[in-house]
């Protein structure tokens, strides 16, 4: 069991989303960014789709009960066990009664915390995903709070396998980490201005010459009204060649459309399940986690792709995160 001590500015429970509903005006939510989730997971010998806590920016100060294997995947939110630093990206030993802080946000927005076993809470349509707005899924349908008790399911045996490996390395200490990391291809970084590689929208063609032109040359900064639902863009305004209205259509995480002020919106986790407002691009899955990463006052820049480039960096980085499965198996089993 985990003990919240502090909850943070907003932890939550999310996976990778309530899938299959949006007809019925259920939104998908779960993790914003599916990378660090999925890596935090694998590092602990969990399936991909285990729930994890989702930390936002204030991170939370949780007691560890019992032993407990975990990772900490995403941006660099200053974690530390017992006010000793320890390192994200990494399988971690953690001794009962420890607990796990974090300080200041040095890169990124958001942390994923994985625990070996999984997180218990009930399933609500397929997923164990918190839809924050409606208050169901994960815990209690809302975000942790102090006092909450969060209950853990057994590790399996790749998970047991590298707990006792790391107890042993234990020694005097709270904790024991991994002498190894994953490769830095699986680690998104953010970098200046954060280029993000885009396709043209379904209503692209629908824009002025002018509009064109700035989406994939001028930057943008994201603004403080920027929640899980969506990304609020400030910069150069986007316009129709000719006003027109559309019939409201699903969306998709990622996609950036454009209200009639002209200040492009991109769609996130929490997104509605239709939209309305024409679509300039479609946000290329393998950079997803960096829009997820980002903060309000980050400054980001659109790069054109095509569809066919995006689907082979899509299947290269899967093709990596199958590697780093394939590895850890192999190494403690």
Avoid at 65 to 87: A, F, W
Avoid at 168 to 189: C, N, R, V, Y
Wanted: glycine fraction near 10%.
């Amino acid at each position: 069991m985990i003990t919240v001590v502090k909850p943070g500015l907003l932890t939550s429970v999310q996976d990778m989303g309530r899938y299959g509903y949006q007809k019925y005006g259920v939104i998908a939510s779960g993790v914003m960014d599916q990378i660090a989730h999925r890596v935090a997971n694998i590092l602990v010998g969990n399936g991909d789709n285990e729930p994890t806590l989702e930390i936002t920016l204030l991170g939370p100060v949780l007691r560890f009960e019992k032993d407990c294997l975990i990772s900490i995947c995403g941006g660099d939110l200053s974690p530390s066990i017992n006010r000793l630093p320890v390192r994200t990206w990494r399988t971690i030993f953690v001794k009962k009664g420890s607990e796990l802080r974090f300080g200041p946000a040095l890169t990124g927005t958001r942390v994923y915390l994985a625990v070996a076993g999984g997180i218990t809470v009930q399933e609500v349509m397929n997923s164990k995903s918190t839809y924050l707005r409606a208050g169901i899924g994960g815990y209690e349908g809302r975000a942790l709070k102090t006092g909450d008790a969060i209950h853990l399911a057994a590790p399996g045996s790749l998970s047991t396998a590298m707990m006792e490996y790391l107890e042993s390395q234990t020694e005097d200490k709270p904790f024991a980490e991994m002498d190894w990391s994953i490769t830095s291809k699986l680690i998104p970084t953010p970098r200046e201005d954060m280029p993000i590689r885009v396709m043209k929208g379904k209503q692209y063609h629908l824009f002025d010459e002018e509009s064109k032109r700035k989406i994939f040359s001028e930057r943008f900064e994201v603004s403080p009204q920027s929640d899980r639902m969506g990304y609020r863009l400030k910069g150069p305004l986007l316009r129709l060649e000719v006003p027109e209205e559309l019939i409201s259509e699903a969306v998709s995480f990622g996609s950036i459309q454009v209200p009639a002020e002209g200040n492009p919106i991109i769609l996130l986790a929490d997104r509605q399940t239709t939209g309305g407002y024409p679509k300039i691009g479609q946000i290329a899955s393998v950079d997803l986690p960096l829009i997820a990463q980002a903060k309000p006052g980050d400054y980001i820049t659109f790069k054109n792709v095509t569809h066919e480039e995006a689907q082979l960096l899509f299947l290269e980085r899967e093709e990596n995160l199958k590697q780093l499965k394939n590895g850890i198996t192999l190494k403690f089993k």
